[in-house]
């Protein structure tokens, strides 16, 4: 009897944007499986997944753009579903629902079942706004009543987010919800390292995080403690509005950009405060 684990195949569209340490950290922890990464295509200066384990659709050639279009609109991607096939995969595990609405093909091709985790994006937007979005999105509302009947499992990362599946009309009975961990070993607090003022955000800087209503905060908070600092971790789309906010109305402020796991951890150990202001 072979002494191999059996495999899951972890499915992201784009593999794997560096503030998904989650997706790696939880795959990376399976004991009883060997997971396999699978999608379109690599982000650049991303989380790296082992290459021996990961599966791509689009290498940034001509012909990988075009594979990655024909499997986008026509879920056609034999590239993909063979070598998936091979390895004989117990199931499909996809991120977010358009994960798992862009993995749908991919199932019926290996005709196995499919778990999707939703992290808090999708189910909170709102559909008339979700008709208006980008083409995958888009998709993902056309296949939402199939997702329903073929997946397997939904996965919510909190009670807040089963709400608005079963306001949507997800089953009940296949909603369970699964708080994402961490690593207590790895996040512990370091006593040798002096707190300093510093008020610290670690997020992508973009509308839902709320920054923006961090910083008009500062602002306040630092007219009676001018000592505090205000460290941003993260990048995004609104990075720039948002430093000329702080040029405008902060006195003591640094923005670091994204930055790897153990820089984030050595922030957390030396800040005194953690700001997490996202919004609706």
Not at 8 to 21: A, F, G, K, N
Not at 39 to 67: A, F, Q, Y
Not at 126 to 155: H, P
Not at 194 to 203: D, G, H, K, N, Y
């Given at each position: ?7 899951v ?26 997971p396999?990464y ?11 997944t ?41 199931l499909?595990h ?47 509302m056309?296949r ?36 994402t961990?961490?690593d ?11 707190r ?24 306040e908070?630092q ?8 460290v ?49």
């Amino acid at each position: 009897m072979s002494s191999e684990k059996p495999t899951v195949l972890i499915y992201r569209d784009w593999l794997l944007p560096p503030s998904e340490t989650f997706v790696l950290a939880q795959a990376e922890a399976l004991e009883r499986f060997t997971p396999y990464y699978i999608g379109s295509r690599l982000i650049k200066d991303g989380l790296r997944t082992p290459s021996e384990r990961t599966l791509l659709l689009n290498e940034r050639s001509p012909l990988g753009w075009m594979r990655e279009a024909c499997f986008k609109i026509a879920g056609f991607a034999p590239t993909l579903v063979a070598p998936a096939k091979r390895l004989n995969p117990l199931l499909i595990h996809a991120h977010f629902g358009i994960g798992g609405s862009l993995a749908l093909p991919l199932k019926r091709y290996l005709q196995i079942p499919m778990i999707v985790t939703y992290h808090g994006y999708e189910e909170m937007i709102a559909d008339e706004i979700a008709q208006k979005s980008y083409f995958s999105y888009r998709q993902y509302m056309q296949r939402r009543e199939i997702l329903k009947q073929e997946v397997s499992l939904f996965l919510t990362v909190s009670q807040q987010s089963k709400e608005y599946l079963l306001r949507q009309g997800f089953p009940s009975d296949k909603i369970v919800v699964h708080y994402t961990g961490i690593d207590t070993e790895v996040f512990q607090a370091d006593p040798s390292i002096q707190r300093e003022p510093i008020v610290l955000f670690v997020a992508r800087l973009v509308e839902k995080k709320g920054c923006e209503y961090l910083i008009r905060a500062m602002s306040e908070v630092q007219a009676l403690q001018p000592e505090l600092e205000l460290v941003l971790i993260g990048d995004g789309k609104l990075r720039s509005s948002l430093e000329a906010m702080a040029k405008a109305s902060l006195h003591k402020y640094r923005f670091l950009g994204v930055q790897p796991p153990e820089v984030v951890k050595d922030w957390m150990n030396r800040a005194k405060i953690f700001c997490v202001p996202s919004i609706t």
